[in-house]
Nanobody, 115 residues
Framework: QVQLVESGGGLVQPGGSLRLSCAAS????????MGWYRQAPGKQRELVATITSGGSTSYADSVKGRFTISRDNAKNTVYLQMNSLKPEDTAVYYC?????????WGQGTQVTVSS
């Protein structure tokens, strides 16, 4: 079955950087659109960034210019490079894949931005 496993979260000071990884298995990774979402306490889950099978990317306005999504199809992995982190970026970050009507989520990784 499809599995998505996120890693790379942690505690970082404002202005710092983190790189999240999402390793996928049980699917033909290269044909899937991949995305990163986040959910802060008391808030709804929101889209952060997506990358298509062809490599086209899109970002939420709140992270444009600071975050970069990328994929390595040889490693079945999608990444989220997060720079210039702010306290408001604190959330659980989730990886998602979708192909047509099929979608799966990872279990999430906590990112906390605090001094």
């Amino acid at each position: 079955q499809v599995q998505l496993v996120e890693s790379g979260g942690g505690l970082v000071q404002p202005g710092g950087s983190l790189r999240l990884s999402c390793a996928a298995s049980g699917l033909m990774f290269s044909i899937n659109q991949m995305g990163w979402y986040r959910q802060a306490p008391g808030k709804q889950r929101e889209l952060v960034a997506t990358i298509t099978s062809g490599g086209s990317t899109s970002y939420a306005d709140s992270v444009k210019g600071r975050f970069t999504i990328s994929r390595d199809n040889a490693k079945n992995t999608v990444y989220l490079q997060m720079n210039s982190l702010k306290p408001e970026d604190t959330a659980v970050y989730y990886c998602r894949r979708n192909f047509g009507s099929n979608a799966n989520w990872g279990q999430g990784t906590q990112v906390t931005v605090s001094s």
